[in-house]
């Protein structure tokens, strides 16, 4: 059945025609995917009545919200903060693309993409006319983009003026203020650097309005600051009253009531000795004691005490009355709330002004794409959308290209410096590992120049003392130094026979020494274990020694909260691009029933879908599967460079956990081990994550979600349960977890990722480590917060059925005994697991097997068995190095478990 219903003939037959109108303009031109929202203005010369119109769109609003904005600094630091941010955006030329696609840039018609290239279609000289007209405006600085950002915060308007420089004769565009502009009689005039007015010559300057558009009146400019007047005005008033409060004299320092028979002492003697003349000298003497320290803080007066004789009657009648404001609590409590109400009526987010302390380092630049999203994204469209209506497309109508072809180019916009990841010295560094980058790349991410290279004698010094090397190699590596900068080679000793082994790092074990008659040779042992460490040597050692893994556990936390919040954006962003496609392939179906589609035509695009409903779009021949079809595309690729990503970091770090090198026989197997085995599911982990996706974007199309679940409200439109579980897929899966769902394995028990999967896991195990125990990390949401995982943050437990987990009466909805992460939908919690390395051989497999707190009864019959050898006298049996290593261990989950690291 229709959503809409038929209307009357007549005006049914008009309908028609302004639809047949339309389609008409549509057919002649480019679909273009995202509305162009006119919000800009080229001043051309015209008559005075015109002028005065265009002045007349200036508000008496503008002129007080450039005053509220001088006046608040908090206002001040939230609008600048937005201006440094967009002034970072770089803008450039692109063609529109069909298919509700995102904008291509023209300059990739160069690129050596040859499918990139092929895309851009529109002829090279329009192209080149267009990149011109846009590289007379100087975007990239923040005196232009930055002012300009500003000013559409504050009053929503403002002019770009170009004029020529008199002295330099060079052209000069800058973002003048709505007060900087006026029409005065026939002409416009502008403020000059001196503030005086002077008359526009439009003939040989350039003038264009900019304005952010009210919703409802389009040719006036709206702001935040337009609907939150009232609020700015009583944050102003309630500042004046309290700093009146405080400048006041009487009200802060109150008044002094001493009696007049009093007397100070003085260094010297007076002649006139009356009555009056002691009370006047006096009070004299008391105010210059009063005020010296204050007119001189060396003064002795501020440590020295004032002396005052009197009687006891005097001395006791001294009183100070303090007059306190008593309403000073509540003008702070209401300063509070006024603030508060401003932060949340800002387009910025309150986190901004309140700071973000209380949050991680990957949960902050969550934050910050959230802000990107959401507050900044809007008014950089708006930004380009004014620069296309206004300036782009005027100007290439003025070079003789038709109207039609110039609809094709927009100026868009390149927010990856404002969205990029914030741990990119990291990321340099370990680009430069993988040899992605050059070394003067990684030097500029890292805050260097070229100036703080190493020569190449200093780069020889520094890789023999990593890695050590001897003198051979290092004359051949000299040599083609000295050939590539057409130096001398430098000579050094004769190659020694043996090589030098390297330094240890300060978290691996030393080295122990070879064994009598040994040959020197590596040794072959577990890491931690020297060679001379033979059976007998390990049962007489009755103090077994454990290396913490602690803070290699929570990096591998970080991985995985890395990757995850990667993926987690990408899929977002694909989403939202998707509903788009989705509603412009509709659009393209509902042009057949001419009614109903000049009904949607109201609302936007992708919204279509759920305003039609599934049968609905079938009988349009619009099938769900082809509205998403494609959606992915752009993901795919991504997903598995992330994740191939993550787990070569995984790697690198469970091999520093173990202390091996990747450059030994033992580490280079290990790393192959755990690779091998997390790589060889990353396709099949796409395909579930694909198919999971599919169904997700298709209820959200249709409107089938759930908008008042418990739990978080995650920022993104993606459940994040669904990346969780791919990534636990890709690190392996216990065998007793029997699938999952959203985050949780289907028998109950969280599941990991990759650096807590089983690949990491067995390795660990394969070389001794014992488990710890667990630590919950609270994944912090911008906009809600589960207070019940906020209370596990940093909890640790030995068991998913530890009390601590216990799930709260008032969270049955969650249908589960214990808490885990990822058991509601928006949960961006994790948890890692602890392990410690024993540092003076494998703990014993019966030991490892009888882990339990309390010990079980098996494990204190051992223990029993234990105490009776050393009553005996007897030492080193096998019931003794047990129950040592058992204590030792016991120890160690004791003490993790109550806080120790």
Same mark, same amino acid.
């Given at each position: 059945?229709?959503?809409?219903?038929?209307?009357?003939?007549?005006?049914?037959?008009?309908?028609?025609?302004?639809?047949?109108?339309?389609?008409?303009?549509?057919?002649?031109?480019?679909?273009?995917?995202?509305?162009?929202?006119?919000?800009?203005?080229?001043?051309?010369?015209?008559?005075?009545?015109?002028?005065?119109?265009?002045?007349?769109?200036?508000?008496?609003?503008?002129?007080?919200?450039?005053?509220?904005?001088?006046?608040?600094?908090?206002?001040?630091?939230?609008?600048?903060?937005?201006?440094?941010?967009?002034?970072?955006?770089?803008?450039?030329?692109?063609?529109?693309?069909?298919?509700?696609?995102?904008?291509?840039?023209?300059?990739?018609?160069?690129?050596?993409?040859?499918?990139?290239?092929?895309?851009?279609?529109?002829?090279?000289?329009?192209?080149?006319?267009?990149?011109?007209?846009?590289?007379?405006?100087?975007?990239?600085?923040?005196?232009?983009?930055?002012?300009?950002?500003?000013?559409?915060?504050?009053?929503?308007?403002?002019?770009?003026?170009?004029?020529?420089?008199?002295?330099?004769?060079?052209?000069?565009?800058?973002?003048?203020?709505?007060?900087?502009?006026?029409?005065?009689?026939?002409?416009?005039?502008?403020?000059?650097?001196?503030?005086?007015?002077?008359?526009?010559?439009?003939?040989?300057?350039?003038?264009?309005?900019?304005?952010?558009?009210?919703?409802?009146?389009?040719?006036?400019?709206?702001?935040?600051?337009?609907?939150?007047?009232?609020?700015?005005?009583?944050?102003?008033?309630?500042?004046?009253?309290?700093?009146?409060?405080?400048?006041?004299?009487?009200?802060?320092?109150?008044?002094?009531?001493?009696?007049?028979?009093?007397?100070?002492?003085?260094?010297?003697?007076?002649?006139?000795?009356?009555?009056?003349?002691?009370?006047?000298?006096?009070?004299?003497?008391?105010?210059?004691?009063?005020?010296?320290?204050?007119?001189?803080?060396?003064?002795?007066?501020?440590?020295?005490?004032?002396?005052?004789?009197?009687?006891?009657?005097?001395?006791?009648?001294?009183?100070?009355?303090?007059?306190?404001?008593?309403?000073?609590?509540?003008?702070?409590?209401?300063?509070?709330?006024?603030?508060?109400?401003?932060?949340?009526?800002?387009?910025?987010?309150?986190?901004?002004?309140?700071?973000?302390?209380?949050?991680?380092?990957?949960?902050?630049?969550?934050?910050?794409?959230?802000?990107?999203?959401?507050?900044?994204?809007?008014?950089?469209?708006?930004?380009?959308?004014?620069?296309?209506?206004?300036?782009?497309?005027?100007?290439?109508?003025?070079?003789?290209?038709?109207?039609?072809?110039?609809?094709?180019?927009?100026?868009?916009?390149?927010?990856?410096?404002?969205?990029?990841?914030?741990?990119?010295?990291?990321?340099?560094?370990?680009?430069?590992?993988?040899?992605?980058?050059?070394?003067?790349?990684?030097?500029?991410?890292?805050?260097?120049?070229?100036?703080?290279?190493?020569?190449?004698?200093?780069?020889?010094?520094?890789?023999?003392?990593?890695?050590?090397?001897?003198?051979?190699?290092?004359?051949?590596?000299?040599?083609?130094?000295?050939?590539?900068?057409?130096?001398?080679?430098?000579?050094?000793?004769?190659?020694?026979?043996?090589?030098?082994?390297?330094?240890?790092?300060?978290?691996?074990?030393?080295?122990?020494?070879?064994?009598?008659?040994?040959?020197?040779?590596?040794?072959?042992?577990?890491?931690?274990?020297?060679?001379?460490?033979?059976?007998?040597?390990?049962?007489?050692?009755?103090?077994?020694?454990?290396?913490? =893994?602690?803070? *290699?556990?929570?990096?591998? !936390?970080?991985?995985? +909260?890395? &990757? #995850?919040?990667?993926?987690? %954006?990408? @899929? $977002?962003?694909?989403?939202?691009?998707?509903?788009?496609?989705?509603?412009?392939?509709?659009?393209?179906?509902?042009?057949?029933?001419?009614?109903?589609?000049?009904?949607?035509?109201?609302?936007?695009?992708?919204?279509?879908?759920?305003?039609?409903?599934?049968?609905?779009?079938?009988?349009?021949?619009?099938?769900?599967?082809?509205?998403?079809?494609?959606?992915?595309?752009?993901?795919?690729?991504?997903?598995?460079?992330?994740?191939?990503?993550?787990?070569?970091?995984?790697?690198?770090?469970?091999?520093?956990?173990?202390? =091996?090198?990747? *450059?030994?026989?033992?580490? !280079?197997?290990?790393? +192959?081990? &755990? #690779?091998?085995?997390?790589? %060889?599911? @990353? $396709?099949?982990?796409?395909?579930?994550?694909?198919?999971?996706?599919?169904?997700?974007?298709?209820?959200?199309?249709?409107?089938?979600?759930?908008?008042?679940?418990?739990?978080?409200?995650?920022?993104?439109?993606?459940?994040?349960?669904?990346?969780?579980?791919?990534?636990?897929?890709?690190?392996?899966?216990?065998?007793?977890?029997?699938?999952?769902?959203?985050?949780?394995?289907?028998?109950?028990?969280?599941?990991?990722?990759?650096?807590?999967?089983?690949?990491?896991?067995?390795?660990?195990?394969?070389?001794?480590?014992?488990?710890?125990?667990?630590?919950?990390?609270?994944?912090?949401?911008?906009?809600?917060?589960?207070?019940?995982?906020?209370?596990?943050?940093?909890?640790?437990?030995?068991?998913?059925?530890?009390?601590?987990?216990?799930?709260?009466?008032?969270?049955?909805?969650?249908?589960?005994?214990?808490?885990?992460?990822?058991?509601?939908?928006?949960?961006?919690?994790?948890?890692?697991?602890?392990?410690?390395?024993?540092?003076?051989?494998?703990?014993?497999?019966?030991?490892?097997?009888?882990?339990?707190?309390?010990?079980?009864?098996?494990?204190?019959?051992?223990?029993?068995?234990?105490?009776?050898?050393?009553?005996?006298?007897?030492?080193?049996?096998?019931?003794?190095?047990?129950?040592?290593?058992?204590?030792?261990?016991?120890?160690?989950?004791?003490?993790?478990?109550?806080?120790?690291?």
């Amino acid at each position: 059945m229709p959503l809409f219903g038929r209307a009357q003939p007549n005006e049914y037959q008009e309908r028609v025609l302004r639809v047949a109108e339309s389609l008409e303009r549509v057919h002649h031109a480019r679909s273009n995917p995202r509305v162009l929202r006119a919000s800009g203005m080229r001043i051309e010369p015209m008559s005075a009545e015109r002028l005065r119109a265009v002045a007349g769109n200036r508000q008496s609003w503008q002129s007080l919200a450039w005053a509220y904005r001088d006046m608040i600094i908090e206002l001040r630091y939230a609008f600048q903060f937005r201006a440094r941010a967009i002034s970072r955006v770089k803008f450039y030329v692109a063609e529109i693309l069909e298919d509700d696609d995102e904008p291509i840039a023209v300059s990739m018609r160069h690129d050596e993409d040859a499918d990139r290239r092929k895309r851009v279609t529109v002829p090279e000289q329009l192209a080149a006319a267009a990149e011109a007209e846009l590289a007379r405006l100087p975007l990239d600085s923040y005196e232009f983009t930055g002012v300009w950002s500003e000013n559409f915060d504050v009053a929503g308007d403002c002019w770009m003026h170009g004029s020529i420089d008199p002295y330099t004769e060079e052209e000069v565009w800058k973002i003048r203020s709505v007060m900087d502009v006026d029409v005065a009689g026939t002409r416009m005039t502008v403020k000059d650097e001196l503030g005086q007015p002077r008359a526009i010559n439009l003939d040989s300057e350039e003038l264009y309005r900019l304005w952010m558009p009210h919703a409802a009146h389009g040719h006036l400019a709206d702001s935040a600051l337009n609907a939150g007047a009232d609020v700015l005005e009583e944050i102003t008033l309630l500042g004046r009253e309290l700093r009146a409060a405080s400048r006041s004299r009487v009200a802060a320092n109150g008044i002094l009531f001493v009696p007049e028979s009093m007397t100070q002492m003085r260094a010297t003697g007076e002649d006139d000795d009356t009555a009056g003349s002691r009370r006047d000298r006096f009070m004299a003497d008391l105010a210059a004691t009063l005020l010296a320290p204050i007119a001189n803080e060396g003064d002795a007066g501020a440590v020295v005490p004032a002396i005052i004789t009197g009687t006891i009657e005097d001395i006791q009648a001294i009183r100070h009355l303090r007059l306190e404001r008593e309403d000073s609590p509540t003008l702070l409590a209401k300063l509070d709330k006024a603030m508060s109400r401003m932060a949340n009526g800002l387009d910025i987010p309150p986190e901004i002004l309140t700071g973000m302390a209380d949050v991680n380092h990957w949960t902050a630049w969550q934050i910050d794409n959230a802000t990107f999203r959401h507050h900044l994204e809007p008014s950089i469209r708006i930004m380009a959308d004014s620069l296309t209506a206004a300036y782009l497309r005027p100007a290439l109508a003025k070079g003789a290209f038709p109207a039609s072809e110039a609809k094709r180019l927009r100026i868009w916009y390149d927010a990856g410096s404002i969205t990029e990841n914030p741990n990119r010295r990291q990321d340099a560094l370990d680009a430069l590992d993988r040899i992605l980058i050059g070394p003067a790349a990684g030097r500029e991410a890292l805050g260097f120049n070229d100036g703080d290279a190493p020569t190449p004698e200093e780069a020889l010094q520094l890789i023999a003392a990593k890695n050590g090397i001897d003198t051979g190699a290092a004359t051949a590596i000299l040599a083609g130094f000295a050939k590539a900068e057409g130096a001398e080679v430098p000579q050094l000793p004769a190659a020694q026979e043996s090589r030098q082994l390297p330094a240890a790092r300060p978290d691996e074990p030393a080295a122990e020494p070879d064994a009598p008659g040994g040959t020197g040779a590596p040794s072959t042992a577990p890491p931690g274990i020297a060679a001379s460490a033979t059976p007998a040597a390990l049962v007489a050692s009755s103090k077994p020694a454990f290396r913490s =893994l602690l803070d *290699d556990s929570r990096e591998l !936390a970080d991985i995985d +909260a890395t &990757v #995850r919040d990667l993926i987690l %954006s990408d @899929v $977002d962003q694909a989403l939202r691009r998707a509903l788009e496609r989705a509603g412009s392939r509709l659009r393209s179906k509902a042009t057949r029933d001419m009614e109903l589609h000049a009904q949607l035509r109201a609302y936007p695009v992708q919204t279509w879908p759920q305003r039609l409903g599934p049968e609905q779009c079938l009988k349009l021949d619009a099938s769900a599967r082809h509205l998403i079809a494609g959606a992915w595309e752009s993901v795919s690729r991504k997903f598995a460079e992330r994740v191939n990503d993550g787990i070569r970091k995984v790697v690198a770090r469970v091999l520093r956990m173990l202390g =091996l090198k990747a *450059d030994t026989t033992a580490g !280079a197997a290990a790393a +192959a081990r &755990v #690779r091998s085995a997390m790589e %060889s599911r @990353v $396709d099949e982990a796409w395909s579930t994550l694909e198919t999971s996706l599919d169904a997700h974007l298709e209820k959200v199309m249709f409107g089938g979600l759930d908008e008042t679940a418990d739990g978080e409200a995650p920022e993104v439109d993606v459940p994040p349960g669904l990346v969780r579980d791919a990534l636990a897929f890709v690190g392996g899966m216990p065998e007793t977890s029997a699938g999952m769902h959203n985050g949780r394995s289907l028998t109950g028990e969280p599941v990991g990722g990759l650096g807590n999967g089983t690949a990491v896991v067995g390795e660990l195990t394969n070389a001794g480590a014992v488990h710890l125990g667990f630590e919950w990390r609270y994944g912090y949401m911008p906009r809600s917060t589960f207070e019940p995982h906020l209370a596990l943050d940093g909890e640790r437990f030995d068991s998913w059925t530890d009390p601590v987990l216990g799930v709260r009466e008032s969270d049955r909805w969650l249908r589960a005994s214990h808490y885990h992460p990822g058991d509601h939908a928006g949960c961006l919690c994790t948890y890692f697991s602890v392990y410690a390395l024993p540092t003076g051989g494998p703990v014993d497999d019966i030991v490892a097997a009888r882990l339990a707190m309390p010990p079980s009864a098996a494990m204190a019959d051992l223990i029993r068995l234990a105490d009776m050898d050393d009553q005996a006298g007897r030492s080193g049996t096998t019931a003794q190095q047990q129950r040592d290593q058992y204590l030792a261990v016991r120890g160690l989950k004791r003490d993790f478990l109550e806080g120790g690291s």
